[in-house]
């Protein structure tokens, strides 16, 4: 009885550590710099990941808050913190440290030239390549700095080839930098899979794992339930070939829909 409390009580805690760690993945700064190009389509796939309970900060250049509707973006985000073009007067690099997850909804050529360029003579772009080289997750959406969307024919862009060249070379560069880079109908879909991206869980590498893990009175790993709770956002646990794996262990597997794999 106190080995099943006990269980009982670990998994409790197991439970809100896992919860915080999920929380801190849903969270993200969203940086906008100003297209106005599928602004709507954007908006809505943020609105998603509200849905989905993201929470988020709200970074708006001064182009931005002129050209796009800021109380259309704060109704639809409500965002925690809003920092302004100056930054509140704080240094945009200071501002990324505080930050794992960033969205770019909206950028331009022109904060896409810089960044490519690696010369951030801006505020935008010396947040957003902060936030690469620190290797945190960016993901932005192309729709306004892409040569190839179609409205941009609609709107009486008519580019010849090397500067259509230029301008996907630039995309291309922020990719390589380790952004991911996408649109608006895929924008929710793949800022999900970033930041709450399926880890495999390996028992000789994960210390938090392998400190829930105990030892029988033969000497094998003992499976419980507060390892599997405290892993419920990776979907996968390899555990040692002899390990003993508790009944209440695998109806937590089963629950929270994760397999688990001997060596």
């Given amino acids: 009885m106190k080995i099943l409390i006990k269980e009982a009580l670990i998994s409790i805690i197991a439970r809100k550590v896992a919860d915080k760690v999920m929380d801190m993945k849903k969270n993200a700064l969203v940086v906008y710099t100003g297209s106005t190009i599928n602004f709507n389509e954007n908006l809505d796939e943020l609105a998603k990941l509200k849905a989905e309970g993201f929470k988020f900060s709200l970074y708006m250049t001064n182009s931005a808050m002129k050209y796009l509707d800021k109380e259309k973006i704060i109704n639809v985000l409500q965002p925690e913190k809003i920092i302004t073009e100056q930054g509140d007067g704080e240094f ?24 490519a ?16 080289m620190k290797d945190k997750n960016v993901v932005i959406s192309t729709d306004g700095c892409c040569p190839d969307n179609p409205i941009r024919e609609k709107l009486g862009y008519h580019m010849n080839q090397a500067l259509k060249e230029k301008l996907r070379s630039n995309r291309n560069s922020m990719k390589k930098y380790g952004a991911l880079l996408t649109v608006h109908d895929s924008l929710y879909a793949d800022s999900v899979n970033l930041f709450l991206k399926n880890q495999k869980l390996n028992y000789t590498e994960d210390k938090k794992a392998t400190s829930i893990m105990r030892q029988s009175d033969t000497g094998r790993t003992v499976i419980g339930s507060s ?24 109806e937590t597997a089963s629950k929270n829909d994760i397999e688990i794999i001997r060596e």
Avoid: H, Y
Wanted: proline share 8%; glycine share 2%; with cysteine.
């Fill in 227 to 250: 390892l599997i709770i405290s892993q419920a956002n990776m979907g996968r646990i390899v555990i040692p070939k002899n390990a003993i794996v508790t009944a209440l262990a695998v």
């Fill in 92 to 115: 945009p690099e200071k501002v990324a440290a505080q930050f794992d997850n960033f969205i770019v909804p909206a950028m331009t050529i022109n904060t896409a030239s810089k960044l």
């Fill in 117 to 132: 360029a690696c010369m951030p003579d801006n505020w935008p772009a010396r947040l957003l390549l902060e936030a690469l």
